[in-house]
């Protein structure tokens, strides 16, 4: 079953620069991941220190496999050293799953 996340990070204003090459990254080497149907990342217009990764995925054993690639485990810490509040992350399904 398809898998779709949301990924918010909330960036200090003033290491915003520090993290933009590392998001960079990440989001450059998980869209060539297996099992990744879509993976970007968005910038908050009102709140230019909130970060939104829109992601989907073909099921939970390729988004596992994404949290346990080199790059995830090596950029993602160096990212949250710099986070002005704890993320947050919403796992979906489309709602016609419930009507199943």
Known sequence: MKLK?????????DK???VLPLYQELVEKTKLETGCIYYDLYHDIK???HFIFIEEWENSVALELHIQSEHFQRL????DQYQRQQGRFTHMHHFG???E
Do not use: H, M, N, T
């Open 5 to 13: 996340l949301i990924a918010e990070d909330f960036i200090q204003i």
């Open 16 to 18: 915003i620069d520090l």
């Open 47 to 49: 709140e230019r220190d």
């Open 76 to 79: 993602v810490p160096q990212i």
């Open 97 to 99: 799953s419930l009507c």
